[in-house]
C-alpha cells in the first residue's frame, strides 16, 4: 500500500522560509516521478514543481527562483524548499507520486 505523509507546514511571514517533507513509502521512490501540487483559497489545485526519475526538474511560473524541489531516496522523502514566500502562495500543499498517489495535504499560510 503507498502511503504519502507531508509534513512542515505552518504560519510564516512574507519573506520567509519552509521547507515541506513528504515521507512516502510502499514504492521505489527513485523510479518514479515525484510532484507538489497546491490548492489555494477558492482556486483548483494545481502542479508547483515535479522531479522525474531521472531528476529533471519543473516549476511553475509564480515559484521559479524562490522553490526547490529535491528528493533523499535513502530515506523516501521529497522536499520542497519554500523561499521568499508571499501572501500568495497560501494554500494547501500535497505531494504526489506517479501522478497518482497523494499525502492529506499540509496547509501553508503566509502572512504578516
Known amino acids: 500500500q503507498v502511503q504519502l505523509e507531508e509534513f512542515g507546514g505552518g504560519l510564516v511571514q512574507p519573506g520567509g522560509s519552509l521547507r515541506l517533507s513528504c515521507l512516502v513509502s510502499g514504492l521505489v521512490l527513485d523510479n518514479y516521478a515525484i510532484a507538489w501540487f497546491r490548492q489555494a483559497p477558492g482556486k483548483e489545485r494545481e502542479v508547483i514543481a515535479c522531479i522525474s526519475s531521472t531528476d529533471t526538474t519543473y516549476y511553475e511560473d509564480s515559484v521559479k527562483g524562490r522553490f526547490t524541489i529535491s528528493r533523499d531516496n535513502y530515506r523516501h522523502t521529497i522536499y520542497l524548499r519554500m523561499n521568499s514566500l508571499k501572501p500568495e502562495d497560501t494554500g494547501i500543499y500535497y505531494c504526489?507520486?506517479?501522478?497518482?498517489?497523494w499525502g492529506q495535504g499540509t496547509q501553508v499560510t503566509v502572512s504578516s
Open positions: 504526489n507520486a506517479d501522478f497518482e498517489y
